[in-house]
């Protein structure tokens, strides 16, 4: 890598300093705290809480943006369960697209609160939508808080892949586990 440019008036990053540098990130806000990095997208199945997809992105990115690689034709006539972030048109063609049963939260706007069957709706659809939180909770318990060791998109990319498949595997050994344990018992 080569050293970055002067700009803005300040001086040049030395080579060293470039090396630890990540120029694909970004930084973002959640729950009022800062964050800097990349974003873990994933689609995963509910039922068994196994991630089907994933995709990664600069923190920045929106929600939205990574749905269209998330998707999968092969889940025709299935719900697609996602947050508020998700909810417009464009969504809502993609479901159409791929055939996929559009199961997105209801949003509330300026002046136009939620009426009680949306809150209704969003209540009931808010319990499905918890079994893929729990993955990502269940990544962060594994993880224990540890920070990515790797700089760039790419790599970043295959760091966030290993451990998603890290907890595929131990999903996999709870479920081999719990029937045998079935079958035994």
């Known amino acids: 890598r080569k050293p970055a440019e002067p700009r803005d008036g300040k001086p040049a990053l030395t080579r060293q300093q470039a090396a630890h540098r990540d120029d694909e990130a970004n930084w973002t806000q959640k729950h009022d705290r ?8 994933i689609n995963a199945d509910v039922e068994h809480g196994f991630i089907r997809n994933y995709a990664v992105t600069p923190a920045a990115t929106h929600d939205s943006q990574a749905l269209p690689e998330l998707l999968d034709i092969t889940q025709r006539h ?3 369960y996602a947050d508020s972030a998700y909810r417009s048109a464009a969504t809502a063609r993609r479901c159409k697209d791929y055939r996929l049963i559009h199961r997105v939260m209801h949003k509330a706007q300026r002046n136009r609160p939620l009426t009680a069957a949306q809150k209704r709706t969003n209540h009931r659809w808010a319990r499905t939508r918890a079994r893929v939180e729990h993955v990502f909770a269940r990544i962060d318990l594994f993880r224990k808080g540890r920070l990515l060791r790797c700089t760039g998109l790419a790599r970043s990319a295959v760091v966030i892949g290993l451990i998603n498949f890290a907890h595929n595997l131990r999903r996999l050994a709870t479920m081999v586990r719990q029937q045998q344990a079935h079958a035994s018992g």
Request: proline share 9%; no cysteine.
């Open 34 to 41: 800062s964050w800097f990095g990349y974003k873990n997208h």
């Open 78 to 80: 299935q719900p697609l």
